[in-house]
């Protein structure tokens, strides 16, 4: 169940062009809320060369 609260949440904010480091944090939000028994919150690992702040997944539909 935490899986499919996260991945809901996580991919809902990436699919409306915010940063990764923010659907991350949305998507942990989310968990806590739902205060699941089984929920670990994630980890995030990137290369020293991402920057999750400003990496967009998606590109807002008014930068096209």
């Keep these: 169940a ?10 809902s904010a990436v699919a409306s062009a915010q940063s ?3 659907a991350l944090e ?3 939000v989310a968990m806590a809320v739902s205060a699941l028994d089984d929920a ?3 980890e995030v690992r ?3 060369d991402v920057d999750l702040v400003s990496l967009l997944l998606v590109q807002p539909m008014s930068s096209r």
């Design 40 to 42: 670990d919150l994630p």
């Design 26 to 28: 949305q998507a942990k």
């Design 2 to 11: 935490s899986a499919v609260v996260f991945a809901a949440r996580f991919y």
């Design 46 to 48: 990137a290369r020293e």
């Design 20 to 22: 990764v480091s923010t």
